[in-house]
T-cell receptor
Framework: EDKVVQSPLSLVVHEGDTVTLNCSYE??????LLWYKQEKKAPTFLFML????IEKKSGRLSSILDKKELSSILNITATQTGDSAIYLC????????FGTGTRLQVFP | GAVVSQHPSWVICKSGTSVKIECRSL??????MFWYRQFPKQSLMLMAT?????????EQGVEKDKFLINHASLTLSTLTVTSAHPEDSSFYIC????????????FGSGTQLSVL
């Protein structure tokens, strides 16, 4: 059975802290791993990773895939209160299997 | 970028009634759409894959007769929750894959269903 697991389930930090979110997967047909941010309703796309070892960056967020370890991490540096959200990891291709999510709360 | 529109955003209904949720791809054609369900503080759970012109593919444990899916055109998929019960209360969200850009999957805004 395909499975995507994220850790930690919940994280509470202060503004300015750096956080690392983890995602591990066991799927029979892996093509890509995606990270989404869900604040209220629809998840918004962050990154799509297909190749191992290549870091993707967008501002204070970065992510990397390790196909050997079947995992990925999402880093957020200098966190802000606006980063508070549920971060979802999903494994493709099109029929995405979502992980459990990590609920991040950033306090001033 | 591509947009997926979902209606209604929220709906309250009585037990035993049916509720229809629409998902439209606004500026691209989607031969496939996905329907997810999300309970509070939980992740998105894939319910079914909607296929234009053919039957939907349901995930294990999802009742076909309970959650009717119709993919009537290349831009519209509907999910009907039949004979709704309070335990069907949940957040339902659709998505459609788009091959024209880097973001492979676009999500609708979701529908919060509350069954009284």
């Amino acid at each position: 059975e395909d499975k995507v697991v994220q850790s930690p389930l919940s994280l509470v930090v202060h503004e300015g802290d750096t956080v690392t979110l983890n995602c591990s997967y066991e799927v029979t047909n892996f093509r890509s791993l995606l990270w989404y941010k869900q604040e209220k309703k629809a998840p918004t796309f962050l990154f799509m990773l297909t190749s191992s070892g290549i870091e993707k960056k967008s501002g204070r967020l970065s992510s990397i895939l390790d196909k050997k370890e079947l995992s990925s991490i999402l880093n957020i540096t200098a966190t802000q209160t606006g980063d508070s959200a549920i971060y979802l990891c999903a494994v493709g291709p099109d029929k995405l299997i979502f992980g459990t999510g990590t609920r991040l709360q950033v306090f001033p | 970028g591509a947009v997926v529109s979902q209606h209604p955003s929220w709906v309250i209904c009585k037990s035993g009634t049916s509720v229809k949720i629409e998902c439209r791809s606004l500026d691209f054609q989607a031969t496939t759409m996905f329907w997810y369900r999300q309970f509070p503080k939980q992740s998105l759970m894939l319910m079914a894959t909607s296929n234009e012109g053919s039957k939907a593919t349901y995930e294990q444990g999802v009742e076909k007769d309970k959650f009717l899916i119709n993919h009537a055109s290349l831009t519209l998929s509907t999910l009907t929750v039949t004979s709704a019960h309070p335990e069907d209360s949940s957040f339902y969200i659709c998505s459609a894959p788009w091959t024209g850009g880097r973001e492979k999957l676009f999500f609708g805004s979701g529908t919060q269903l509350s069954v009284l």
